[in-house]
DNA sequence: GCACCCTGTGTGAGCGCTCACAGAAGGTAG
DNA sequence: CTACCTTCTGTGAGCGCTCACACAGGGTGC
């Protein structure tokens, strides 16, 4: 089956076997208008006769482009990378792109250099940023002028198009829902200090309270984690028992903090109603269902996609300065009830 | 500081302005012994003064091989295959080799003969198949033979080398503490159907029901989903009111099965214990916190890249049966109790 | 008749690297 | 002195593919 004593088949012996010259091969993987289609049949019919699989590395190199995507991401355990990767990939596979995942497990300048220094080396046609900290943004900079690079949920650098969740919006319909449900003792339970989404969180929540004429409490301090909001559902409780209303920057966070609460005697809609951030796949059935904003990562992860593949296929380096912006919306379920009078 | 007027450097420019041969540059970047130490210290510093990068791709042209291991995968948005994804990636990179993750959407044998070949045609040194269903196991026994494979949480193809947590142990623990809480009724959730670890888990429950001479009862049926488990709980309170504990196949379906048996009045510990598998992140903060059975996922991604890593530098092939197994721990929180008389 | 296009095919030269080999210089052994 | 090993360096030929180009044959226009 194999000629060449059980080497794989390369061009060549399609080519001999075909009878056509190797360009000739050539054209008909890569689909070239100008081939007869009985030479089309013959060059198939040898491919499928010797078992060929082309050589993407050979093509890659010839080419000088690999037709593959670069990501670089920080923690792919987290939901909200993992979503938007899972479906980033598919995206790009539909594009005809591979994918080339580097993770970085600390978000240090130094690493993030090396993960684009192993992109580059690899001849990547591209590189989506998947790192929502500050520190990413200036990696954003240092990135080669021509390689075309998307960030998401990242900081806006200077000539990089970003998508993003509209965080912003996300934390407005939440900290809103509080304020219609008659709460005036609104809290926030940030995220880790670093992270980009964290922020815009932080100004929704803030923009609302002060819309409202609320108080603007001092932010309790969260890493994402759910042991943070348990931690942040103790303080709670001691510091401002005045309370009811709590908008946490993600599930996980408002799950520990509704477990700290429960743990004092606080029911929750009952005496405090919390509202979370991400939707994560669980949170219609915790107790109680979890009222929270749901982020749509697949759509993300497809819309990198377009924009990667219109920034390879674009000659003029990209200036316009708008994120393409995916929209939040708020899930209402059972965490949230009314202000007790 | 590029001397080819704006393209980036190669290994010829570098010879050229250290002057020395190429191969003299390629054996510095190989750690070839036999470089004089000022001849490697003349090329270094030319490498530097024109920001030279290797590229990989005519590297893995000329080697015929990549350092690149290929993962198959096929949920990567599930806590397991995220987790061990992320470790597999940092342990591959330690040991000098590049990960290529392919997702495959649907479970098909014709989607996953896809990925195969799309990771064969990049030349890949290995391939690690993540998933862990029955349908994977075919593919497995369709790897091209000369192909280093590995196998995670699937089924022993023959041949194929494998690591495993140890699913048959965690689920005799989790069941096993509940005998000694003094459960004499104890129902099971199963995880998804075309699942070895569903299989494995669903054996575990059972082998210790029969030692201890209990009640098997027919299994719940589940999806591994929070909704799935929600499900069950429903289920469960309907059918078999005498139950006083449930081995879970996996966190989320206890967590949806506590939330149905909490609306029905029943009581978590109090009147049903509850012991899940997986202990996600969140499992020490639900409520109650959840007695679940801990998977060192970590460590199955360094134990592959291990076995991997042998299997690459091994010329014979893979004879021996026993695959890697790595233990897993039975964690007690809050979610069982002593059996109410 | 020549010029020109369109279609279909072949030729040769790379892409940037590694491999196998050759060879030079110096040391030690017989 | 020749032989031979060790250390260090250079030469040339690929790896399997694509690119640029050449060219053959046939149709159309004038």
Redesign the pocket.
Known sequence: MEPRSG?????????TLA?????????V??D?????????AKVLAAMAELG????????A?????SDTIGVIAFDTTLHGPASTLFSLEQAARAAGFEVHVVTVPDPEPQAFADAVDRLVAQSVCGVVVLAPQRAAVQVMAGLPVDLPAVAVEGGAAPGVPSVVVDQLDGALQATRHLIELGHTEIAHVRGREDWIEADARLDGWRQAVTAAGLTVREPLAGDWSARSGYDAGLALHAQWPEVTAVFVANDQMALGLIRALAEAGIDVPGDVSVVGFDDIAEAGYLRPPLTTVHQDFAEVGRRCVDVMVERIAATERWTRGQPVVVPSRLVVRASTAPVRR
């Not at 010259?21 to 054209?27: K, N």
């Not at 070239?32 to 089309?40: I, Q």
């Not at 060929?52 to 093509?59: E, Q, S």
């Open positions: 080497r794989p088949a390369v061009m060549a012996d399609v080519a009878g056509v010259s190797h360009q000739t091969v050539s054209r993987l890569n070239h208008p100008y081939v007869r289609e009985e030479t089309r060929y699989r082309r050589n993407l590395t050979a093509r190199l010839a080419r000088r482009q």
